[in-house]
């Protein structure tokens, strides 16, 4: 059963703190998006990837996230350094031809 | 750019009433459309989408949604709720062009009376 896995599922860190999130996408799907979900702002698109090429990454605060696509297998998002404010649950999609698959999302908490 | 609208932030139903959730979307071509459902916990499970062709498109768990391009909306249904089917439901669009983003609404979240 194909599925987008997401690690970790869940992450307590330090204000100040680097933090990765991984995302291994469905195999064969050519688009990866990352979004952000929180009770005030909902669902934000933050980057997404198509080929691993970046399409957009308006979405993201650009002093401080990154998302990349080393190779079609893995794409990360990174907070460096990270605030209170992004703590939020963390989704990761895949797709093919025009529809997204959800991963199950990180939990982050940023203390 | 895309963007989408879901009116209504709650709904509750009695179980084995209908239900009919709220989705407009502004576009300037003819859009994809989506419907997902969200449990607590959990990510997005995609219910139903639209492409092209019959604007009625059906969906597993029994919804179905219709696409009206002169209401530039795009609502969900189902004849009859179950108690499970008590989740938030997200609407989204994304664009036909080259950029393929995908929007999503606000979402709705539907409880369900015994």
């Known amino acids: 059963d194909a599925r987008v896995t997401q690690t970790p599922r869940h992450k307590v860190t330090e204000m100040g703190q680097e933090v990765t999130m991984r995302c291994q996408p469905i195999l064969g799907h050519n688009t990866v998006f990352w979004y952000r979900q929180t009770m005030m702002q909902g669902l934000e698109l933050l980057a997404y990837?198509?080929?691993?090429?970046?399409?957009?990454d308006s979405g993201m605060p650009k002093d401080r996230f990154s998302a990349e696509m080393p190779d079609a297998t893995l794409a990360t998002l990174k907070i460096q350094p990270s605030e209170p404010r992004d703590s939020a649950v963390y989704f990761c999609?895949?797709?093919?031809?025009?529809?997204?698959?959800f991963g199950q999302g990180t939990r982050l908490t940023v203390v | 750019a895309q963007s989408v609208t879901q009116p209504d932030i709650h709904i509750t139903v009695s179980e084995g009433a209908s239900l009919e959730l709220r989705c407009n979307y502004s576009y300037g071509a003819t859009p994809y459309l989506f419907w997902y459902v969200q449990s607590p916990g959990q990510g997005l499970q995609l219910l139903l989408k639209y492409f092209s062709g019959d604007t009625l498109v059906q969906g597993i768990k029994g919804f179905e949604a219709e696409f009206k391009r002169s209401q530039s909306s795009f609502n969900l249904r189902k004849p009859s709720v179950h108690w499970s089917d008590a989740a938030e439901y997200f609407c989204a669009v994304g664009a036909m062009d080259s950029s393929y983003k995908l929007i999503f609404g606000s979402g709705t979240r539907l409880l369900v009376r015994p």
């Open positions: 999609a895949s797709g093919l031809a025009g529809e997204a698959f």
């Open positions: 990837f198509r080929n691993r090429a970046p399409l957009d």
